[in-house]
């Protein structure tokens, strides 16, 4: 990987909840912060902005189609041991969207942030 930083800009409703939730259960680091409107955390190489209601990439398109928190596109961050993170991130109340996926590139399990963006939390194969 690259040692140059990644940013994803994510709709959000609410900029302390999703801070909170971005540091407290998968371990980024808080960044700049503006009111309500507008935060950034990271972790390793990725820079993850949250745009809460009132900020600039929150605003509708010219059609008046509003931007909105959710969808399929997101982020994935890479577990070593996955079964133990996802039983710890239940017990705190975070949505799970599936059940643990095994397949050829290792195991994989979708989650919400509190504004139904989606993360991947990706383990990746056992090297034998």
């Known amino acids: ?11 959000v409703a609410d900029i302390a909840a999703s801070i909170a939730f971005y540091t407290k259960h998968l371990g980024f680091q808080p960044g700049e912060r503006y009111g309500t409107a ?7 190489n990725l820079r993850l902005i949250l745009s809460g209601p009132g900020s600039s990439g929150a ?3 010219p059609d008046g189609q ?4 959710g969808g399929w596109n997101r982020i ?8 133990p993170v ?3 991130l ?19 399990i979708m989650i919400d942030d509190p504004d139904g ?5 990706h383990e990746p194969p056992s090297e034998t």
Do not use: C, K, W
């Open 90 to 108: 239940r017990r705190a109340g975070v949505h799970v969207r599936n059940n643990i996926e095994a397949g050829p590139g290792g195991n994989q």
């Open 76 to 83: 994935l961050i890479y577990v070593d041991d996955l079964e």
């Open 1 to 11: 990987m690259s040692d140059a930083t990644v940013t994803v800009r994510y709709q």
């Open 117 to 121: 963006n989606p993360i991947e939390l």
């Open 66 to 69: 509003p931007q909105r928190p």
């Open 59 to 61: 605003r509708p398109m």
């Open 38 to 44: 507008f935060a950034a955390v990271s972790r390793d």
């Open 86 to 88: 996802v039983d710890e």
